[in-house]
C-alpha cells in the first residue's frame, strides 16, 4: 500500500476526532486554548527542526518582508479559524462545524473565482448552486445562517489560499507561523495564567497534561497531511478529505448527542450532493489523457 493511504488516514482520522480531545478541555476558555496550541506548537515544531537540522531557511525567510506579511496573514486566519472551532465545539455545534468542513471544497472553488479570476466549468458552477441551495434550506429551516459553517469554511479556504501563494512549504511555513505569533502569545498565555485562572495553575494534572497535548496534536496531522501529499495524486486526496467532516459528524450525533433530524438530512443532502458532482467532474479531470498521449 502507498504510505500516502496510511499518512493521509492517519490526518484526516486525527482531525475528525478532534471533538472527542477538545471536548476534555471544555472547562478552559476557548482563548486559551488558542493561547496554549500556539506556544506549544512551537516548541513542538522547533524540536522537530532541531532534530532534523533544518534551519537554513528561516534566515532568508525572515528578510523577505513579503514572506513575512503573507505568513503573518496565515497566522491570524488559522488563529482566527482554531476559535471559531472550538467555540462551536464548546457551543454544542459539532454537527454544525463539520458542515463547514464538507462545504470547504466548495468555499475554495469559489475563492478562485473571486480572487484569482478562475473560470467555473459548468459542473463546478452546479455543484456550488446545489451548496448554496443547500445553506439555504438550512437556514430556511433554522431562521437563521449557519455561521459557525460558513465562518469555519470561508477561513480555512482564505488560510489555504494564502498557503498556496507561500514559497514555504508546510512545515516551515507552520513554524514561521508559530514564530510570528509568539511574540503576542507568550506573554499574553503568561498573563492569563497568572491572572485569569489558567490551567496550569489550577493543579488539575490531567488537564494539564491535556492542554500541553495542543501542540503536538494540532501540529502532527498537519505533517502527515504534508507527507501524503507528496505521495498522493490530488484526486486521491480531495476523495480521502471527506473522512475528517464524515467523523466530525459522527462525533456530534453519535457521542455529544446532537439533534439532527429530517431538515437537517436534507439540507446535508444538498451539500453531500454537490460534493459527489465536485469530486466525479475532478476525478474525470485528472483521469482525461492529455493532448499529447502522456
Not at 462551536?88 to 458542515?99: D, F, K, M, P, T
Not at 470547504?104 to 473565482?113: D, E, F, R, S, T
Not at 514559497?167 to 491572572?195: D, F, K, N
Request: hydrophobic content about 60%.
Amino acid at each position: 500500500m502507498n504510505p500516502g493511504v496510511l499518512y493521509a488516514a492517519m490526518a484526516f482520522v486525527a482531525w475528525g476526532l478532534f471533538p472527542l480531545y477538545f471536548h476534555l478541555l471544555a472547562t478552559v476558555a476557548p482563548m486559551e486554548v488558542v493561547l496554549h496550541r500556539a506556544v506549544w506548537c512551537l516548541v513542538f515544531l522547533a524540536g522537530v527542526l532541531a532534530v532534523r537540522r533544518q534551519w537554513s531557511w528561516l534566515g532568508a525567510a525572515l528578510r523577505q518582508p513579503r514572506v513575512l506579511l503573507w505568513t503573518g496573514a496565515s497566522a491570524l486566519v488559522l488563529a482566527v479559524n482554531w476559535l471559531l472551532y472550538i467555540v462551536a465545539l464548546q457551543n454544542g455545534r459539532v454537527v454544525e462545524a463539520s458542515l463547514g468542513y464538507f462545504i470547504n471544497p466548495l468555499v475554495n472553488v469559489l475563492l478562485g473565482v473571486l480572487v484569482l479570476r478562475e473560470r467555473l466549468a459548468p459542473v463546478q458552477r452546479a455543484a456550488v448552486a446545489l451548496a448554496a441551495c443547500g445553506v439555504a434550506w438550512l437556514t430556511w429551516q433554522t431562521g437563521h445562517l449557519p455561521w459557525y459553517a460558513l465562518s469555519l469554511a470561508f477561513s480555512f479556504a482564505v488560510y489555504g489560499l494564502l498557503r498556496k501563494t507561500s514559497p514555504l512549504g508546510p512545515l516551515e511555513g507552520l513554524a514561521l507561523e508559530t514564530l510570528l505569533v509568539a511574540p503576542l502569545a507568550v506573554p499574553w498565555l503568561v498573563w492569563w495564567t497568572v491572572s485569569a485562572d489558567g490551567v496550569l495553575l489550577r493543579g488539575d494534572h490531567a488537564l494539564t497534561f491535556l492542554i500541553l497535548l495542543a501542540g503536538p496534536l494540532t501540529a502532527l496531522p498537519l505533517m502527515l497531511f504534508a507527507a501524503a501529499a507528496r505521495r498522493l495524486r490530488l484526486a486521491t486526496l480531495g476523495l480521502m478529505q471527506y473522512v475528517s467532516p464524515t467523523l466530525q459528524l459522527a462525533c456530534g450525533v453519535f457521542f455529544f448527542r446532537e439533534p439532527f433530524d429530517a431538515d437537517k438530512l436534507i439540507g446535508f443532502a444538498f451539500i453531500w450532493v454537490a460534493l459527489a458532482v465536485y469530486t466525479a467532474h475532478a476525478l474525470r479531470g485528472v483521469r482525461t489523457p492529455s493532448a499529447g498521449g502522456d
